[in-house]
């Protein structure tokens, strides 16, 4: 059963509001975080580093953050495909290369740190996929997006206002 209008227009539900603008009250917050997201995405591929955001995003429940990731991603040149089975990337390993396998298993562990330390085999197949310099990017990049989840998350943003090149 569709949800329509009188006009048979289909409806979504309401849109509900952020529970608070945190950037605007903590300005000099939000202009430190932009600056360490940029400086963790140094040296990283682009597309890789999308990959390992929408990944957290989903574990993190971020919806703001996935919508945001998901169009940067698509506007990076990666597939909807890759995207969509990000969630199952287990079921489809086919879909990513060894090192971009690496990344999201990482990415699950740091994310994911209530079920116990990063494992000793997940940070040995990251630490052979990646030379020591791109993996400290790559686990500074995985912990600023935690970071801005956790805003996200705590302030309920409003995703699907996005467009790609904004910042957060």
């Not at 917050?29 to 995405?41: E, I, P």
């Not at 500074?140 to 996200?152: C, E, S």
Request: proline share 4%; hydrophobic share 40%.
């Amino acid at each position: 059963m569709t949800n329509t209008d009188t006009t048979g227009t289909l409806s979504y539900a309401a849109e509900e509001p952020a529970r608070m603008e945190w950037a605007k009250h903590a300005p000099e917050v939000y202009k430190a975080m932009v600056r360490l997201d940029t400086a963790a995405r140094q040296g990283l591929d682009p597309k890789l580093a999308e990959l390992v955001k929408i990944r957290a995003s989903q574990l993190n429940h971020c919806a703001f953050c996935l919508d945001m990731h998901s169009k940067d991603a698509l506007a990076a040149g990666e597939s909807v495909e890759r995207i969509v089975q990000l969630s199952a990337w287990e079921e489809s390993r086919h879909f990513y290369t060894e090192k971009e396998i690496a990344a999201i298993e990482l990415t699950e562990a740091v994310t994911v740190l209530t079920e116990g330390f990063v494992p000793d085999e997940v940070y040995e197949r990251a630490a052979k996929q990646f030379d020591e310099a791109e993996l400290s990017q790559l686990i500074a990049a995985i912990a600023v997006i935690n970071a801005w989840n956790r805003f996200g998350v705590t302030c309920r943003m409003t995703p699907g206002h996005y467009q790609p090149g904004q910042h957060h």
